[in-house]
């Protein structure tokens, strides 16, 4: 079982750029992938970025591609979302999570989540 902390939340402006951090710990063995989520008020989980535990294959959702970089350390034991150029449609709940499958981005395939840290993006 692996347990996740997000952190580096925040309030921000259009256009400034922000980097999200998710600390893995417990038994890694079979995680194969690790992805990003967001919520936003009053609208569903939806798919942010997904990369592979080991190796670093990594899939983004069309709103975000090319903005938006999702990394992993493995030494650290950490995933990251650097995001660029935010807008103020980027402003949600996110959300990190661990899957034993292949890259998804279907919410079902994550058995374990986060409990979210807030993004803000004022225009």
């Known amino acids: 079982q692996v347990s996740l902390v997000e952190s580096g939340g925040g309030l921000v402006q259009a256009g400034d750029s922000l980097r999200l951090s998710c600390s893995v710990s417990?038994?890694?063995?079979?995680?194969?992938?690790m992805g990003w989520f967001r919520q936003a008020p009053g609208k569903e989980r939806e798919f942010v970025a997904t990369?592979?535990?080991?190796?670093?294959?990594?899939h983004y959702a069309a709103s975000v591609k090319d903005r938006f970089t999702i990394s992993r350390d493995n030494a650290k034991n950490t995933v990251y979302l650097d995001m660029n150029n935010l807008k103020p449609d980027d402003t949600a709940v996110y959300y990190c999570a661990a899957s034993d499958g292949p890259l998804s981005d279907y919410l079902d395939e994550y058995h374990t989540w986060g409990q979210g840290t807030q993004v803000t993006v004022s225009s």
């Open positions: 990369i592979t535990w080991r190796g670093g294959l990594t």
């Open positions: 417990g038994r890694t063995s079979r995680t194969n992938a």
